[in-house]
């Protein structure tokens, strides 16, 4: 199946630092959408891109889509411990047939902040 | 309150038993899927559904079977289970495949011995 390429796979910051994390692809994507997943829960969306080189804001977050289609970053200003959790890059893209599309996500970075 | 809900959420069962996963969504998502987690693995798909009585395989649909006969549900189906499908597996909706915006469902672990 498709790849998305994650990194790092996991980061242990203190809190009030800045956190960076990308997705890269062999592919070109239409969308990017950055996911996260507190323990025992179900992953949330957080942003969604929908244009190459587009910078999107959430709060603290903030997500760009790679000029080239084919990867996505998303950071963290000053972290807090609230932050912890799974955070997974994610893509729609045909599938093989060229008639439904299929979305692929990134193995997933794990951040702990530490208080 | 707009969700997706699972059940069971905990299940124990033994190789060879079927047994089904319920999902529904009431949010009227044309896009659903199956997904298991597994540590280092992160989200694999494993069926998803465009429509009612459009369904297509994902990346690891070998021993799950699906069905979408109705918008609102869409069952996972697991004939005759095996230990490596022990598994934490979620069920996720979207208004289109293409936004790829999923709302998931809170997660049913499963284990089989």
């Known amino acids: 199946g498709q790849q998305l390429n994650q990194s790092p796979q996991s980061m242990f910051i203190q809190e009030g630092e800045d956190v960076s994390m990308n997705c890269t692809s062999s592919s070109i994507f239409n969308t990017w959408l950055w996911y996260k997943q507190e323990p025992g829960e179900g992953p949330v969306l957080l942003i969604a891109?929908?244009?190459?080189?587009e910078l999107t804001s959430n709060g603290r977050l903030t997500a760009q889509f790679g000029i080239t289609r084919k990867d996505s970053f998303l950071n963290i200003s000053a972290s807090i411990p609230s932050d912890v959790g799974i955070y997974f890059c994610?893509?729609?893209?045909?599938?093989?047939?060229?008639?439904?599309?299929?979305?692929?996500f990134g193995k997933g970075t794990l951040l702990t902040v530490n208080p | 309150e707009a969700q997706v809900t699972q059940n069971p959420r905990y299940l124990i069962t033994v190789t060879g038993k079927k047994l089904t996963v319920t999902c529904s969504q009431n949010m009227n998502h044309e896009y659903m899927s199956w997904y298991r987690q597994d540590p280092g693995l992160g989200l694999r798909q494993i069926y998803y559904?465009?429509?009612?009585?459009?369904?297509d395989k994902g990346d690891v649909p070998e021993g799950y079977k699906v069905s979408r006969k109705e918008k609102r549900n869409f069952p996972l189906i697991l004939e005759s289970p095996s230990p490596n499908q022990t598994s934490l597996y979620f069920c996720a909706s979207s208004l289109s495949a293409y936004t790829g915006e999923l709302f998931f469902g809170e997660g049913s672990r499963l284990t089989v011995l």
């Open positions: 994610a893509g729609p893209f045909l599938n093989s047939g060229g008639s439904n599309y299929k979305l692929t």
């Open positions: 559904s465009m429509n009612v009585e459009v369904t």
């Open positions: 891109l929908y244009k190459a080189g």
